[in-house]
């Protein structure tokens, strides 16, 4: 995890995008001075910044959280996404058994 805010990956990952911090802005909801305050490590994220800002960039949430400083909060997967990854892991113990069941 960051200890402070990762400009540079976050600026290098707008720049490959084709975006810029306006993206951001509009992303988050916010003016290009509370950007520029992220960036300089002046304004914390929320989980769900966190989450717009993931899926701007394409990366994972956890990706933006350890690059984002040290306080900034990793989002709670929602109950959808929690209940995927829980049937994809029952299945996938599933297809184990009944291959060592042959």
């Known amino acids: 995890m960051a200890l ?10 707008l720049t490959a995008l084709g975006l810029t911090r306006d993206a951001v802005a ?21 989980a769900q910044h966190v ?7 394409a990366v994972p949430a956890k990706e933006i959280a350890s690059r984002a400083g040290v306080s900034t909060p990793l989002p709670r997967e929602d109950i959808e996404t929690r209940l995927a990854r829980v049937e994809a892991e029952l299945a996938a113990i599933k297809a184990l058994l009944t291959a060592k069941l042959k």
Do not use: I, N
């Open 51 to 57: 989450r717009l800002l993931a899926a701007l960039l």
């Open 4 to 13: 402070f805010f990762d400009s540079e990956w976050f600026d290098g990952r």
């Open 26 to 46: 509009a992303a988050l909801g916010f003016t290009a001075d509370e950007v520029a305050e992220v960036w300089k490590d002046q304004r914390e994220l929320s």
